[in-house]
């Protein structure tokens, strides 16, 4: 009984978040369209992994049912060991913070100032998201995501559409962020992007894990974590 104890309690501190048989699907009209299809993926806690694969092979998807947005049809994700399902928006909003959503409300009274001044914004406290810059819109979204102080940061395309300096400006913080310790999931289809940055890569194609590369030694190997389980 004791024994049993103790491995869940090492379960729960080996994997933040865990996605065991992960699938999504889509009804359209007569075709079912299996957009995340029965993936199984392991976060550890302050790692730095990116989701990589091609348009339309289930990025967005498996972020939105990491981050709540969205149901699983199939399979159980938990976070911190809590099947994400039983959790409440006010415990999840304290776990992860999502990055480049539209800017749409006011930034968290609390910490925004401190966190613009952060990301060197806090002139643009007044601003409307409008008069703001694509750059400048995703770093009040980090800002916003951080208002909180999760644990985990989910970033989905973070250098979309910004000019190649301030994409860089932008990776280079969510490099500082895990640093100090954050868990950062970006998603991806710029393997140049995901190799300089993460430090274990999770292929899907098809809604399906293709592989899982790991940088080990300066090198990337492909392991087999999160492929069974
Ligand atoms: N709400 C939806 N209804 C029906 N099909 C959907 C829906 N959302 C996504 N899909 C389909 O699921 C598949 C995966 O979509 P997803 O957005 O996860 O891809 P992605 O890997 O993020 O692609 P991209 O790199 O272009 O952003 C696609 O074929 C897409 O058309
Ligand atoms: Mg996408």
Same mark, same amino acid.
């Given at each position: 009984?004791?024994?049993?104890?103790?491995?869940?309690?090492?379960?729960?501190?080996?994997?933040?978040?865990?996605?065991?048989?992960?699938?999504?699907?889509?009804?359209?009209?007569?075709?079912?369209?299996?957009?995340?299809?029965?993936?199984?993926?392991?976060?550890?806690?302050?790692?730095?992994?990116?989701?990589?694969?091609?348009?339309?092979?289930?990025?967005?998807?498996?972020?939105?049912?990491?981050?709540?947005?969205?149901?699983?049809?199939?399979?159980?994700?938990?976070?911190?060991?809590?099947?994400?399902?039983?959790?409440?928006?006010?415990?999840?909003?304290?776990?992860?913070?999502?990055?480049?959503?539209?800017?749409?409300?006011?930034?968290?009274?609390?910490?925004?100032?401190?966190?613009?001044?952060?990301?060197?914004?806090?002139?643009?406290?007044?601003?409307?998201?409008?008069?703001?810059?694509?750059?400048?819109?995703?770093?009040?979204?980090?800002?916003?995501?951080?208002?909180?102080?999760?644990?985990?940061?989910?970033?989905?395309?973070?250098?979309?559409? @910004?000019?190649?300096?301030?994409?860089?400006?932008? @990776?280079?913080?969510?490099?500082? @962020?895990?640093?100090?310790?954050?868990?950062?999931?970006?998603?991806?289809?710029?393997?140049?992007?995901?190799?300089?940055?993460?430090?274990?890569?999770?292929?899907?194609?098809?809604?399906?894990?293709?592989?899982?590369?790991?940088?080990?030694?300066?090198?990337?190997?492909?392991?087999?974590?999160?492929?069974?389980?």
């Amino acid at each position: 009984m004791a024994e049993k104890k103790s491995s869940e309690k090492k379960e729960k501190h080996t994997h933040l978040i865990r996605l065991r048989n992960v699938a999504k699907y889509y009804q359209m009209g007569e075709e079912i369209v299996r957009a995340v299809d029965g993936i199984n993926i392991e976060v550890r806690p302050g790692e730095f992994v990116a989701i990589m694969g091609p348009s339309g092979s289930g990025k967005s998807t498996t972020m939105n049912l990491v981050g709540s947005l969205d149901l699983a049809t199939q399979g159980d994700i938990f976070l911190d060991g809590l099947d994400i399902e039983e959790l409440h928006e006010s415990d999840l909003a304290q776990v992860r913070g999502m990055m480049f959503q539209d800017i749409d409300s006011e930034v968290r009274e609390a910490r925004a100032e401190q966190l613009l001044k952060m990301v060197g914004l806090e002139e643009r406290m007044d601003h409307h998201p409008n008069q703001l810059s694509g750059g400048e819109q995703q770093r009040v979204a980090i800002a916003r995501s951080l208002a909180n102080n999760p644990e985990i940061i989910l970033a989905d395309e973070p250098t979309g559409n @910004l000019d190649t300096k301030t994409g860089e400006i932008v @990776l280079h913080y969510l490099d500082k @962020l895990n640093k100090e310790g954050k868990t950062i999931i970006m998603v991806t289809h710029d393997p140049r992007l995901a190799e300089e940055h993460a430090q274990v890569i999770f292929h899907i194609k098809d809604g399906k894990l293709e592989k899982v590369t790991k940088k080990i030694k300066g090198r990337w190997v492909v392991i087999d974590r999160g492929t069974h389980n």
